[in-house]
Every structure is written in C-alpha cells, then in structure tokens.
C-alpha cells in the first residue's frame, strides 16, 4: 500500500473517496438517460468505475494499454500502445534520444502480444474491448500524469466510431487539462494541479490493487459488457 504522510499534500484519502468526489460533478442523470459506457484506463480506474457502473446501471469495460519504455531507462515512457493497437508517441522525446520510429511501432507490436494480451486472457476471458460503435463514452481513471494513457484511450475509442466521449478523474495537470480538454467533449474533474508530482501523492491512501481483487469486481458488477452479454 501506498501511504502519504505528507497531510498538506493528498486531496483524497482513498479511491473511495475520490469516487465520492466525482459523482458530485458528473452529469448522472443525462449519463443515463443517454447510456454513456464507462471505461476503466487502470486498475485503480476499475474501482472508481465499477462503484459508477453498478450504482448507475451503466454499462462498463476496461481498455488495456501499456508504456513504451525507452531503452535503458525503465522510468521514461516514450509513447502507449492500447490493445486495439493504436499508439501514441512522445514524438520530440524520441527524436531527441535518436530513436527510430520502427523501434516505437516493433515494441508496440512486442508489448501488445506479451502483455496486452495476457490480460485480456485474465480480464475478459480472451475477448477484445467490447463494441462501442455509436455509444457516448466516459474514460475513467484515479489519476492523470503524463497523459499518454488517456491520450491513447482516447485514440482508441475515437476510431472505433464512438459517438462522443468525455473524460472523468478526480485531478491531473493544469496544462494537460488544456491538451485533453481540446480532445475531448468534456473533462469532469475535482482539482486541476500546477506542477504535478504524480498520481499517488494526492492519496493519503493508495492500496494497490492485485488482479484477483480487480477480478472480484468485475465478477460483482452486474454491467460489465463482456459478462453482461454472456460471452464469457
């Protein structure tokens, strides 16, 4: 677990209290009355979004992605591969490090048969995100850092034909609210933050949760798409 001592510094004490603070601004009633569909970006997104899903009986499903790393240096992303395949890349970092573009789209390849598919095995039983064609959709994360993952996500959906899509998060970076928030149809968020340290410090609390216990609450929500549509 992820505990901060830092009083002065967390906005929530855990996901459950971020959730809470989030369905004080989110639009519920048009979410329902349009059958937006919640999509988790991580697996603290899963928590946030199955308490949604389940309270609203709103549909819900998860979107895989994973960091492309740099060589040598396991603490720089240089870009996001997502499980349809779509990759975003932080095109200035990688040409200022001198790496090929063909390294970029061969390491998404690598990571997506790897990892990306492996928890889709673990998650949905082998199935692909479900169908959003035409559907308004609402990303949901615990936090937002860099931005590559809602970046991707976004990239995702968006050439899946969805109809709009809108992002949730209880805080993230001031300056990426102004990039996001020309992508997107709405941002709902509580804290817009100057100079952002990382996702985990404006926690008092952070469990980290393991694939068993994201496992139990997709079992536990009744509109989890996948389980909902008795594929699986």
């Not at 928030?181 to 980290?208: A, G």
């Amino acid at each position: 677990m992820v505990e901060n001592s830092d009083f002065e510094s967390y906005l929530f004490n855990d996901r459950k209290d971020a959730y809470n603070a989030l369905v004080e601004i989110l639009p519920v009633k048009v979410m329902q009355h349009e059958k937006w569909v919640l999509i988790a970006l991580s697996s603290g997104g899963v928590e946030i979004a199955a308490k949604l899903s389940q309270r609203y009986e709103l549909d819900f499903d998860l979107l895989f992605s994973k960091a492309i790393l740099a060589p040598n240096n396991d603490e720089c992303q240089l870009g996001m591969v997502s499980e349809t395949k779509d990759i975003v890349i932080e095109e200035k970092l990688v040409k200022s490090f001198g790496i090929p573009m063909d390294f970029m789209y061969e390491e998404g390849e690598r990571l997506f048969f790897k990892y990306i598919k492996e928890y889709q095995n673990r998650y949905r039983q082998g199935l692909p995100i479900s169908d959003l064609r035409n559907r308004n959709i609402l990303l949901i994360d615990e936090g937002c850092e860099t931005g590559l993952n809602a970046m991707c996500a976004l990239k995702s959906v968006i050439n899946m034909g969805i109809k709009k899509v809108s992002l949730a998060t209880p805080f993230l970076a001031d300056d990426l609210f102004a990039v996001l928030d020309m992508k997107v149809d709405k941002i709902y968020t509580v804290h817009q933050i100057k100079d952002f340290i990382r996702v985990s410090y404006y926690y008092r609390e952070l469990p980290e949760l393991k694939p068993k216990k994201v496992i139990e609450l997709l079992q536990k929500c009744n509109y989890f798409l996948p389980f909902k549509k008795g594929e699986v």
